[in-house]
């Protein structure tokens, strides 16, 4: 996951988080370099026997506590967070994970 909250190349309000049908897009307005990718979309993320995430450091703590927490709105959440596979594992270090509360970490992480 990025410190942004996204996944593969699936960015927060991006207009590939609407793609239902493709299990691969390109996308050639990356907001990270480089521009010109290609991605998994959620109908492959969803379908997986499993997604893991990993996310080392302290950039990534505030995106993980909102993927993690919830985020205010469905509008709000980061793309890490839309993921609907019913087997989703995280591997965190200490730093990513310094905004989680207690239960949090018991619970999902």
């Known amino acids: 996951m990025g410190p942004d909250g996204h996944t ?10 609407a793609e239902t049908k493709a299990n ?6 990356s907001p990270k ?12 993320l969803d379908a997986a026997k499993a997604v893991a995430f990993v996310c080392c450091g ?3 703590s505030g ?4 993927v993690i927490e919830g ?5 709000d959440q980061l793309p890490s967070g ?10 965190v270090d200490k730093a990513a ?3 989680l509360k207690e239960e949090s970490m018991q619970s999902k992480i």
């Open 8 to 17: 593969c190349s699936l960015f927060p309000k991006h207009k590939l988080l």
């Open 24 to 29: 691969i897009a390109p996308i050639t307005d």
């Open 33 to 44: 370099p480089p521009s010109n990718r290609i991605t998994f979309t959620y109908p492959v």
């Open 58 to 60: 302290g950039g990534k």
């Open 63 to 66: 995106a993980l506590k909102t």
């Open 71 to 75: 985020s205010e709105t469905p509008d």
């Open 82 to 91: 839309r993921i609907k596979n019913k087997r989703v594992f995280w591997y």
């Open 97 to 99: 994970a310094a905004e």
